[in-house]
C-alpha cells in the first residue's frame, strides 16, 4: 500500500510541474511551406503559412526571418502578415491577442514590438496604435500613435449576469 501511494504522490507531482512550466521554457517549433537558411549568417527565412509554436504562445503569418546572430536564447523572430497575429495564455490563465503588419519577438526579452496596424487585446480591453510594445513577462503595453492617428483604448464593461 506504501508503495502504490508513494507511486501515485510521484505521478501527481510529475504532472504538476510538467503542466506549470513556463512558455518559454518550452522548445520554439517553427512550420511553414518553404525555408531557406544561411548557416555562416545565422539567419533563417520562412515564407507562406508560417506557424510558430512555444507552449501556448502561438503566431501566425505570411513571412518570418529570424536572426540567431546574437547566440542562443537570443534569438529575434520578426513576422509580418496581412496581419500577423499573436495569442498566448498567461499566468492566470489569462489570454491575450495581438495583430499587426510586423509582428517581433525578442526571445531573450521576452518583449513584442507590433507595427503597423497594431492591436492588443487582453482582459476585455483592446488597444491600437501605429507602433505597441507588450512585455510578455511583466505584462505590460507602452503604445504610440502616428501623425494625425492617437492611440486608441477601449475597456469592455464586465459582465454580470447574476444580480
Same mark, same amino acid.
Given at each position: ?115 503597423? *496596424? ?40 464586465? *459582465?454580470?449576469?447574476?444580480?
Amino acid at each position: 500500500m506504501k508503495i502504490n501511494s508513494l507511486m501515485i504522490v510521484l505521478a501527481f507531482f510529475s504532472a504538476v510541474s510538467l503542466a506549470a512550466e513556463p512558455d518559454h521554457k518550452q522548445p520554439i517549433s517553427v512550420d511553414a511551406d518553404k525555408t531557406l537558411a544561411s548557416l555562416i549568417d545565422s539567419i533563417a527565412s520562412y515564407a507562406d503559412n508560417v506557424v510558430v509554436r512555444q507552449g501556448s504562445m502561438l503566431i501566425k503569418a505570411d513571412k518570418l526571418e529570424v536572426d540567431a546572430s546574437a547566440g542562443k536564447g537570443k534569438e529575434v523572430f520578426i513576422t509580418t502578415g496581412s496581419p500577423a497575429t499573436y495569442s498566448q495564455t498567461l499566468q492566470g490563465d489569462r489570454p491575450v491577442t495581438a495583430q499587426a503588419n510586423e509582428i517581433r519577438f525578442d526571445r531573450a526579452s521576452r518583449i513584442l514590438t507590433l507595427s503597423g *496596424n497594431a492591436e492588443v487585446m487582453q482582459s476585455g480591453s483592446l488597444v491600437r496604435g501605429a507602433v505597441i510594445r507588450y512585455n510578455i513577462e511583466l505584462q505590460q503595453l507602452s503604445a504610440e500613435g502616428e501623425q494625425n492617428r492617437r492611440v486608441t483604448t477601449i475597456f469592455t464593461p464586465e *459582465n454580470k449576469d447574476n444580480p
